[in-house]
């Protein structure tokens, strides 16, 4: 082999497409990280994977990259809705219908002690 030729390195490994593959997943499992929808104790995983493939003579070698990600999954968002009928019709609402809504109109909402409105 000749001196001068470029040894094989992370760096260079598919042209530089290993560490554009790497730089890539790692924003991915950055943000997922900084999503509040998510867990934030949870593990993330970063895999990269690169795959060698010699001929039968041994002396050339197919290389594939791979770069994958396990990211934590979103949160489940918990609610409680209402279940009635309306005209005959199966209906769920967001707010209780047996309990009364309060309704405030500009002079009757409470005040706080500073004498500011309270948003209701």
Known sequence: MDQD????TLTNLGNGGAVELFEEEL???LENI???NTDPKAKRKLSLEVTFAPNSDRNEVAIDVACKSKLAPMVSAAAT???GRRHGRTIAVTHDPRQLQ???DDESKPRSVDGSRKEA
């Open 27 to 29: 924003g991915k499992l």
């Open 5 to 8: 030729q470029e040894e094989l």
């Open 81 to 83: 809705v209402f279940v």
């Open 102 to 104: 309060i309704q405030w």
């Open 34 to 36: 900084l999503d509040p």
